[in-house]
């Protein structure tokens, strides 16, 4: 036999097969790396704004010191010119508002105008008769929302007296104003304020003859805790706002009207779909409510920006932020869903809210007065967050007057 004289090199295909795996290997590894970096990327992100939701919503407030970071620039007899650096954005909003100075305060009833200079923000505000309380040029200010100093003695000359009532977690501070109705109207604030947030209300109710009680509760400061050591928008605070119920009950009370500003809308809402005593409830007047803690964290998350980018937080880092949230502090969403529980309220309730809200998404006010007409009437303004009193108080106040006698009890 001859021999072969042009024999295949025996390493040639099994070489390009081994190049054709090497490569397809090599990408195979890459994608993966890509998804194993961006789901820890993802993850990384939804764990930083848990985190961000714990402290912008969650934890409780502490006592501070007020800030006077604004500066009075000029004088006249009816208007004080006040200045901001640029970078504290706009200030003064249309309506009524506090001027606050370290020993003084006074009122501004209208908010003139605005305009950016070399030396910052400048804002003209009329003010009310002063009786010479106005403070000097260069004097450092602050802005005000609830527009009243200190209690409803020193703001509009209305004696009360300090009582304490008491729920499962400890004894609680609260104001009460004598009246002679039956009914005791019980006012809660909002989240991060404190009982001076009632002040704006407490005249119209006061005129009308109502005993009020401006509570605190849980997680304020000074006052007990929570035993999660969080706010829960309602889901355990509803109980301090029953154990005030039931102090005013044995103090004669035989229904109640309550008043609830912002998370103290959700406290207030809580209560009426959870209380045995909720039907006692002549009416409940609910201003920015807090009407589902899961849609105000996806309004807010979508007003917040990625940090160092001009991005939007992604609905999909948020959805994460949430359920890492609920391991993290025990969250129930559908607990603090009043939306959801519309069908077992039965109250009367006359609703507040702007449509210039920055904190509380306003179609959630929207919401339950379409869910329930025929106990919601929703007063619909262009304020921002608990500002529609400020914005016009015969409106609110009419408002108020107007609901009141449609709903006698």
């Known amino acids: 036999m001859g021999r072969r004289t042009g024999s295949r090199n025996p390493s040639s295909t099994p070489q390009f097969h081994r190049e054709r795996h090497s490569l397809v290997g090599m990408l195979l590894r890459f994608i993966s790396a890509v998804v194993v970096a961006g789901a820890a990327l993802l993850l990384l992100g939804g764990f930083y704004f848990s985190g961000e939701l714990r402290e912008g919503a969650l934890e409780p407030a502490t006592a501070t010191d007020p800030v006077y970071d604004l500066e009075i620039t000029k004088v006249t007899a009816d208007s004080v010119a006040i200045v901001a650096a640029v970078s504290s954005g706009q200030i003064g909003e249309l309506g009524v508002e506090g001027i606050a ?32 309380t106005v403070p000097p040029v260069g004097t450092a200010v602050r802005l005000d929302l ?3 100093p200190g209690d409803p003695q020193q703001a509009f000359g209305i004696p009360f007296e300090t009582v304490i009532y008491t729920s499962d977690v400890g004894s609680f501070p609260a104001w009460f104003i004598p009246g002679g109705s039956d009914t005791w109207a019980i006012i809660v604030h909002g989240k991060g304020a404190d009982l001076r947030e009632g002040l704006r209300i407490v005249p119209t109710l006061h005129a009308l003859d109502f005993p009020i009680l401006v509570i605190h509760y849980r997680n304020d400061p000074g006052v007990a805790r929570d035993p999660s050591g969080y706010h829960r928008f309602g889901e355990t605070e509803w109980i301090d706002l029953a154990a005030a119920v039931r102090y005013a009950e044995e103090s004669g009370a035989t229904q109640h009207l309550l008043v609830g500003y912002s998370m103290g809308g959700a406290i207030v809402t809580s209560y009426l ?49 949430k359920q890492i949230s609920s391991w993290r502090f025990d969250i129930d969403w559908a607990a ?23 904190s509380v998404p306003y179609e959630t006010s929207a919401e339950m007065a379409r869910l329930r007409p025929d106990i919601v009437t929703l007063v619909t303004t262009e304020a921002d967050h608990t500002r529609s009193w400020n914005e016009s108080p015969d409106d609110y106040r009419h408002a108020i007057i107007e609901f009141l006698a449609t709903h006698r009890g």
């Open 336 to 358: 603090t869903d009043y939306l959801a529980k519309s069908n077992e309220l039965h109250t009367p309730m006359l609703i507040f809210h702007g449509t210039g809200d920055t």
């Open 273 to 321: 779909t959870q209380s045995p005593l909720r039907n006692r409830t002549r009416g409940a007047i609910l201003d920015s409510p807090a009407l589902s803690f899961e849609a105000i964290v996806d309004f807010q998350a979508a007003q917040t920006e990625i940090p160092f980018t001009s991005m939007k937080l992604p609905g999909v880092v948020t959805a994460l932020a």
């Open 101 to 132: 100075w370290d020993g003084g305060y006074l009122q501004a009833t209208e908010f003139v105008s605005s305009s950016e200079g070399d030396s910052g923000l400048r804002t003209d505000l009329r003010i009310t008769d002063s009786d010479g």
């Open 146 to 148: 609830f527009a009243y």
